[in-house]
């Protein structure tokens, strides 16, 4: 059997295990509710691995591996914004979960309607927050295509792997909805997890004997590359700090809360999710950062990962990191295409057209699904710049959201002027500082987006002390307050 | 401890952890590659150590949560049942 072969064998033989799964665990979709946010009924095992499935991206195997063999431990700030980004969600869990469930919301911009009592305002903001992070979608689909070409040796094309394996993906988010969606993240993260971690360790220790022997022989290449730099300072901390801010404020986090049968099970998630994080991140990101050392690195670093595995193992290996990589970005993929219908069509049509019936909003929701993956897939054929430059871009914008939902959930007197002055005016201040730096020199090195969150909290604070609150606001914290949750404990 | 407790006590480990490691001085100072510790050079070390305490600290916050969750619980339950009586 020649490379090639072995490699879409291997390829081959997992698409037919996930398409098994998830056609077992799947269900019939009968409402909206189901197809968005499963009847909040996922046990905590399942939302762990499905959210570790929606968060870990196939872009680590590309992007950021090409940056931690160029840029060093810098590339690591994603090890220590997705665990801090838990943390948030920890702090959130229990009032989002609950509120969902008495109110029956189903997104963020549910949320922002019911904290701030304006469908304007859920409009404007499910809209911006859309736009800010449905690049993932086409990062993603870009990553399948680097990941299917580069793990074939070739055969198969950039374009037409990013097509066959994203309509698989998009045909099983239409048909299961968020179910599917989940049961394909359980399989494909406990694969990058589990599988993974083994697969890239051995790795390491087959290029470079161990750890010890890795840092060693990048000190003597480059030890630019074990410290931050030029990238320390005001940069990391912004960077750290945005990404952060604007990870945990992704629709899709909102969807792992809504799915849970309860806030335990969510938070539940804390017992594995950031243990396997770090494993994930680390081992990566650790195989990456000698590499350039070696004189046969390729010319493009963004298939560095797929050189490095069919040079220590051949195609057999070539196609285990190709599935790994696959598994990241398909189960991102699913989980962002999944919350971006049912955002558009709840918060965006639904908001326009009030009347319509959720029977119909259920039909928009699965078409849209469609859509959207087929638009993505149309930009994701165009050419684009590094995947990570899209990816730090997007955080610095959709870090503005953080103030209306994170402190509009734990300060009653956060309200409607404040946040939404604050979060146009943090939007304008990330947007020029990402497309015309040289507008905000004046800032000494702090980023667009960090410039744009402090006066986004000054607003919504000085608002909150100047303007009247929201009538409604008691009830929904005492809502908070005395509800009695029942925890099943379920795992799937 | 109450949950209220709790959370400060999180919200304050959270804050120094994530200083440690992004504060333009503090970073300044560990940014280098000498001494190793535990076998990694010395901003690589901190790189990890901070994700790796706040994981487990994020772990002891939910098993301690959960005790004060099922001590209220048992504890409204007995006056429920006490006020049946």
Known sequence: ?492 | MTRKGLYTLSAIIYIALIALITLPPVTAALDRVTPRILGMPCMQFFLIMVPVALAVWLAVWFLWECKIEDREAAKAEAQTGGEAK
């Open chain 1, 1 to 492: 059997m020649s490379g090639p072969a072995i490699a879409i064998t291997i390829i081959v033989a997992y698409f037919v295990i996930n398409a098994v799964v998830i056609r077992l665990m799947g269900r019939k979709q009968e409402s909206l509710e189901d197809f968005g946010i499963g009847n909040r009924s996922f046990g905590w095992l399942l939302n762990c691995f499905s959210y570790i499935g929606g968060w870990y991206v196939g872009a680590i195997y590309i992007g950021w591996f090409a940056n931690a063999s160029g840029l060093g431990v810098f590339a690591q700030y994603v090890i220590i914004y997705s665990i801090t980004s838990l943390f948030i969600m920890f702090f959130m869990a229990r009032p989002v979960w609950i509120l969902g469930k008495v109110y029956n919301l189903e997104t963020q911009g549910d949320l922002i309607e019911l904290r701030y009592g304006s469908r304007a305002f859920k409009f404007i903001f499910a809209l911006l927050t859309f736009v800010f992070w449905v690049p993932w979608l086409i990062i993603e689909i870009k990553a399948i295509g680097y990941v299917v070409q580069a793990a074939t040796y070739g055969s198969i094309g950039f374009n037409i792997g990013l097509i066959v394996v994203s309509v698989f993906v998009v045909a099983y988010c239409f048909l299961g909805g968020a179910r599917a969606s989940a049961v394909g993240g359980l399989v494909q993260g406990i694969t990058f997890t589990i599988v993974g971690v083994i697969a890239v360790y051995w790795l390491i220790v087959k290029t470079y004997g161990g750890y010890p022997e890795l840092y060693d022989s990048v000190e003597q290449f480059n030890s630019g590359l074990l410290q931050l730099g030029a990238l320390g300072g005001k940069y990391w901390f912004s960077v750290v700090v945005s990404c952060t801010m604007g990870g945990y404020i992704i629709p899709g986090v909102f969807a792992t809360i809504y799915r849970a049968d309860s806030s335990r099970a969510v938070k539940k998630s804390v017992l594995i999710a950031p243990f396997a994080g770090i494993l994930i991140g680390f081992t990566i990101l650790s195989l990456g950062l000698g590499l350039a050392q070696f004189s046969d690195f390729p010319a493009d670093p963004q298939s560095s990962a797929f050189w490095i595995a069919d040079k220590m193992g051949g195609p057999a290996m070539l196609g285990l990191i190709g599935i790994l990589a696959l598994a990241a970005a398909m189960s991102t993929l699913s989980a962002v295409l999944n919350t971006a219908s049912l955002l558009i069509s709840k918060d965006l049509v639904g908001t326009l057209f009030s009347k319509l019936d959720r029977g119909v909003l259920f039909k928009w929701a699965r078409i849209l699904t469609i859509a959207i993956g087929a638009v993505s897939i149309v930009i994701a054929t165009t050419d684009l710049p590094n995947l990570m430059s899209i990816s730090l871009v997007m955080y610095d914008c959709s870090v503005q959201a953080f103030p209306a939902v994170f402190i509009g959930l734990f300060w009653k007197k956060a309200n409607l002027p404040g946040a939404a002055a604050g979060f146009f005016v943090g939007c304008f201040f990330s947007l020029v500082g990402n497309f015309y730096p040289a507008s905000i020199a004046w800032a000494g090195g702090w980023s667009g987006g960090i410039i744009g969150v402090f006066f986004n909290i000054l607003i919504l604070f000085v608002c909150g002390l100047v303007c009247k609150r929201y009538d409604r606001v008691d009830e929904l914290f005492d809502t908070v307050k005395t509800y009695k949750e029942v925890h099943t404990g379920k795992a799937i």
